[in-house]
């Protein structure tokens, strides 16, 4: 192999090396977004979930007092 081969793989190395860490982070940024994206929306369920418990201990408490006792 002559120096000229050489330095056209080392350019071919560099260029793919290059390439690679620039994708890593792409991805790496991408995968940053998405787990906040994913921590935000763990949250938001939580209080979703809170919401939905006391509307239906409310709901429960509503129907009990409106109903008749059981001796009418």
């Known amino acids: 192999m ?3 081969d ?3 793989r080392i350019d071919e190395l560099e260029m793919k090396s290059q ?3 620039e ?3 792409a991805l790496n940024h991408a995968l940053t977004l998405q787990q906040k994206d ?3 929306l763990k949250e938001q369920i939580k209080l ?3 919401q939905l418990e006391a509307n ?3 709901q429960v408490g509503v129907s009990d007092s409106s109903e008749r006792p059981p001796h009418y």
Do not use: P
Request: net charge neutral; proline share 0%.
């Open 19 to 21: 390439f690679q860490e």
């Open 38 to 40: 994913l921590l935000l």
């Open 2 to 4: 002559n120096t000229s």
């Open 56 to 58: 239906r201990q409310q």
């Open 48 to 50: 979703i979930a809170k």
């Open 6 to 8: 050489l330095l056209n």
């Open 23 to 25: 994708t890593i982070d």
